[in-house]
């Protein structure tokens, strides 16, 4: 294959992984305009910090694409409300991994029952991403 070729394919390919970026961009944004604030941050703050992967080059998420005004210190809490709930992600998907490596129904459902009481004011949508990030983490 010519050179000359390969470079247009990787400039092809480069085109469609921005374009599907910028659609997953969108999409976050709208979700969090459907939701209430600290799920609203979640959204933004998991696309800003573990969402985007090299090289994708679209812009973070501002506060500002979804909210009309916030207040700052608000803001700073929710965020880090958000990181203890990445945590927690982390810290329960392992346990509920372990749980079904060992094939522990009973386990599992407990261990995915604590982790949503020691995140309460998160939606389901929010909290599955969490626990999702945990356990591929913990993989």
Known sequence: MSS???KKQKVAQAKELN???FKS??????EAKSYD????VFCIHSYNTRSKLPPDKTPDISPYDIFVSFDEKEYALAIEKCEKLLDSGIKYGDLALKAVRYRNGEEYRQVIELFRLNNLGFNDENLDKALHYGMTIMK
Do not use: H
């Open 19 to 21: 374009e599907l970026a």
């Open 25 to 30: 961009r969108s999409k976050i944004i709208s």
């Open 4 to 6: 000359k070729l390969q």
């Open 37 to 40: 604030f600290l799920n609203a």
